[in-house]
């Protein structure tokens, strides 16, 4: 067991500039937000969500709009600065000797140094129907991983904090954050099980050691396989992509399965959809009326979560660039709400449900909602 996650300084010009602004990040936000509150929030009853609940903050790989895509900074600093029972969502992938790894995107050479680590490791895949050039996972022992860092896969956003932090195993993220709920999301099992390794085994081995809510994945027969392990402890989610036409794991097309949410709620509690499901877009990029979508998972007694949530990302022109009005429209300004939003910036969707959501209601006193929150001012 190494002692600590991050390379120590003084490796290449980077690595000290970069801790000290992280330090000095993380001192300016801690004196703005003080500690969350343990207590939780009094909310606004006023959800329209499958249960009336508070809609749930999930940060995808942490807080990736800052620090790498599922680095212990991300991680660590979403927990710090969102709502104090925000989920901390991870993207499961395998290595060679099956070690579950959390990891953004499958191709590590677009979110890790792995391409100039390991140059001979650069591998074609077919993934989902689409041939992919890049470094996988599964071509890398859980030690060799060791020796590669996480990057920034985003080209909008800083490259400071690239190649200081590794990569987490699932149990790392159990051990060095000990987040209140964790989200593994499986995107590829059907890969996976192709080239001999197990996904299911490795989740159902780390389920005593790890306090894993949520597991999503678009394979059905993933959820399937893994739903008499974890019944009852852990919420099953459907998730529905925007990029590929059918199930691998069925070949039922993802349009017939949005129109059997009856038969997904046979296996699943809830599902995730990209936010056009609920407010499609037109090509010029303009709001058209929402579909009924949320209200259709609802009367199935299904949840369903949103994602595609990010400050950083062209949205709509009718939120005059203001994301805080993008996440209010999906929990309370379109007379519905989603019970949870993927987000890599969760403090805005803290911010939108801890301060800002049905402010048309008079009753509800937001300055103290939000001081809840974030013990602003406190
Ligand atoms: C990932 O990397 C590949 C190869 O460098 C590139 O073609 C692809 O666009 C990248 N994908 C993303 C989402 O950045
Ligand atoms: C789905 O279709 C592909 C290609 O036709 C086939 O190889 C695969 O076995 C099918 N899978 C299932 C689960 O039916
Ligand atoms: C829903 O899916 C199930 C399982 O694949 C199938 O048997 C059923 O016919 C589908 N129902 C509709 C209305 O498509
Ligand atoms: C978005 O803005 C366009 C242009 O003003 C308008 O036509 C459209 O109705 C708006 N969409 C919604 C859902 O309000
Ligand atoms: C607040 O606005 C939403 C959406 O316009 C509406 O559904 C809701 O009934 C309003 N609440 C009150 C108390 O007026």
Known sequence: MRSSRVRGGGGGGGG??????LAALLCGLLLLLGAADAQGIRRPSAYKTLRGDAPLVI????????????????????????????????????????????????????????????????????????????????????????NTYLTQGFYSRTDRFDSIYNIFSVTDLQSYIKPPSVWLNVQHDAFYSQHGLNMRRYIVSILKSVSVKYIS????????????????????????????????????TYSSLSKNLTFIKTIAS?????????????????????????????????????????????????YSYDPLQEYLSFISDGGFSVDGVLTDYPITASEAIGCFANLNESKADHVFLCRETFNYFA
Not at 16 to 21: C, H, L, V
Not at 281 to 289: G, I, K, Q
Not at 292 to 310: K, M, N, T
């Open 16 to 21: 000290g500039e970069a801790a000290a602004f």
């Open 59 to 146: 940060a995808q790989g942490g807080f990736s709009g800052v620090f790498p895509d599922s680095s212990q900074a991300a991680f660590a600093f979403a927990l710090l600065a969102s709502a104090p029972d925000t989920s901390v969502w991870c993207d499961v992938q395998l290595t060679k000797d099956g070690v579950g790894i959390c990891l953004r995107d499958i191709n590590m050479a677009n979110c890790t140094n792995a391409a100039t680590a390991y140059p001979a490791k650069k591998k074609k895949y077919v993934i989902d129907g689409v041939p992919k050039t890049g470094h996988f996972s599964l071509d890398f022992t859980y030690s060799e991983v060791q």
């Open 217 to 252: 994945s678009p394979e059905i027969g993933f959820l399937k396989s893994i739903s008499k392990r974890v019944r009852g402890r852990t919420k099953l989610v459907f998730r529905f992509p925007d990029n590929f036409l059918s199930d691998p794991s069925t070949n039922q």
């Open 270 to 318: 809830g599902i995730m959809v990209p936010k056009s499901y609920i407010w499609p877009v037109t090509n010029d990029n303009y709001l058209l009326p929402p579909t009924p979508f949320v209200q259709d998972a609802h009367r199935a007694g299904l949840e369903i979560y949103a994602s595609d949530f990010a400050n950083d990302r062209i949205i709509p022109y009718n």
